[in-house]
């Protein structure tokens, strides 16, 4: 939404969607006319507000999402880091995370187009979720691809998917995971275009969606921005939000693009950093740190690659973050030097999850669990760029991660999380998170 409020079109939003080396539009010819088509309807009506779509969509993210979402004091964290901490929370959105703020533009962008039929691919189930929030809102049919591994790992979810009333769609092609899930909804799109759009859920794809998504996101900063001016009396010096495909991050950056504002992109450094050649597996989804170029999902980007430029299997114990590739703008202004990547590592993650829960009374998706990792990890006495005013973008809550948490604990030390006797005595943990109990204090 940078445009309408700045006058006239982004000049960020480069015709051909080429961030320097990256983004671009490598799509079968099939899928060229819904390209084009949605590429007109970004420019019409989300760029130049045709038919008053901004505002549309502006009151409804007011009155359906739940907008402005606050900037909060972190005093807690202020006092442990010895720094002002604000927090943008996103996670008391809709639906509980950053990720309404797309799906809501795009569903009501596909009926401006006069499309009556919505798809979308999901992996953790939270872009499905929010996508088929946004379509009942709207009164849309809605189908949600996802892998047969991910509908089995992700049961919640996908109730909530149906429980909105959208179909769920099982793909049992490769590993039935993220990856072939985008490819099925690309596929089913190319056939469909006419009366279809589909919903991307991140600041990835061809062009126009990475600039899309981002305008829609870009709502994060520019509430924030205006905030901080108001409550603080000044601009932070940095803003720290976690990166998997990129969506929040970029929406928490936007706005202070052309301030002297510090961005810290924290990605999700797994279990260990760079990838397994011999076993063709990353350890990590931290491809803004660690990626190669290629192309992935009809754009140009950094991806987590073999040498033969095979797609290596992710991993992070946030399902969200755990994709192989990133948005190709991201990747560019990390190339540039405007934002720097920064990894944080599962451990540190879940350590963290568990602070800021005791620590402020906010239970942080294990995807934001990250970005307050790396505030820990510079407390420690590590390079601070950070400042004295830090906002960081709480992208979501962490209720649907409650069940790996309590899973992921047990395996490990973890110096802050609860004892969990009370429930093992009273026979509510079973044998392998029994364990999780002896660890706590
Ligand atoms: C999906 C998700 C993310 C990761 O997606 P981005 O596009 O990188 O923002 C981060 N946080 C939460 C809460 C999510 O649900």
């Known amino acids: 939404m940078t445009a309408p409020t700045e006058g006239g079109r982004s000049a960020r939003t ?44 502006r009151r409804r993210l007011a009155d359906f999402g739940g907008r402005p979402t606050p900037l909060q004091r972190a005093d807690q964290l202020s006092a442990r880091y010895d720094r002002e901490v604000y927090l943008k929370r996103e996670d008391l959105l809709h639906g509980g995370a950053h990720k309404l703020n797309n799906a809501l533009g795009q569903v009501l962008l596909a009926q401006y187009m006069g499309k009556d039929r919505i798809i979308a691919e999901t992996g953790a189930g939270q872009h499905g979720t929010a996508t088929a929030m946004a379509a009942a809102h709207l009164d849309m049919p809605c189908e949600i691809y996802m892998g047969e591994t991910d509908i089995a790992r992700q049961r919640p979810n996908v109730f909530r998917i149906r429980t909105n009333g959208a179909e769920v769609v099982p793909v049992t092609t490769g590993r039935g995971t993220l990856k072939e899930a985008i490819s ?15 919903v991307i859920g991140s600041i990835v794809g061809p062009h126009p969606f990475p600039a899309l998504v981002r305008t829609f996101q870009s ?42 504002v510090a961005l810290y992109a924290v990605e999700a450094g797994g279990s260990s950093l760079g990838v397994d050649q011999d076993r063709g597996v990353a350890p990590n989804s931290a491809s803004l740190s660690t990626g190669t170029e290629g192309v992935l999902h009809g754009a140009r980007t950094k991806l987590l690659q073999d040498g033969d430029g095979q797609i290596v299997e992710s991993h992070s114990v946030s399902a ?9 703008e991201l990747a560019h202004l990390v190339d540039r030097g405007q934002v ?40 420690e006495g590590q390079a601070d760029g950070l400042g004295e005013v830090v906002l960081v973008n709480v992208s979501g809550r962490g209720d649907k991660d409650l069940e790996t948490v309590l899973e992921e604990t047990a395996d490990r030390e973890l110096s802050v999380a609860p004892n969990m006797d009370v429930l093992r005595r009273a026979g509510g943990l079973g044998g392998g998170q029994a364990d999780a109990a002896d660890q706590g204090e």
């Not at 480069?14 to 970004?42: C, R, S």
């Not at 190319?190 to 759009?197: D, F, I, L, M």
């Not at 599962?346 to 505030?375: C, K, N």
Request: glycine letters at 10%; a negative charge; aromatic letters at 10%.
């Open 219 to 260: 709502v994060i900063s520019e509430e924030a921005r205006r905030q901080a001016r108001d409550r603080i009396g000044r601009l932070p010096d940095s803003v720290v939000a976690c990166a998997g495909g990129g969506s929040n991050t970029m929406g928490a950056f936007d706005a202070f693009r052309d301030d002297d």
């Open 14 to 57: 480069e015709a051909d969607g080429k961030y320097g080396a990256y983004g671009g539009q490598y799509v079968p010819e099939a899928l060229m006319p819904a390209i084009e088509e949605l590429t007109d309807a970004y420019e019409r009506y989300v760029l130049d507000n045709e038919e008053g779509f901004i505002d549309e969509f």
């Open 340 to 379: 720097e990547p920064v990894a944080v590592d599962d451990d540190d993650a879940l350590e963290a999850f568990h602070r800021l829960s005791q620590a402020e009374g906010i239970i942080p998706a294990l995807e934001t669990a990250h970005a307050f990792g790396y505030l820990e990890t510079v407390s």
């Open 184 to 198: 099925e909804t690309m596929r089913d799109w190319a056939g469909t275009v006419e009366n279809t759009h589909y």
């Open 320 to 328: 969200g973050l755990d994709y192989a590739g990133v948005g190709p």
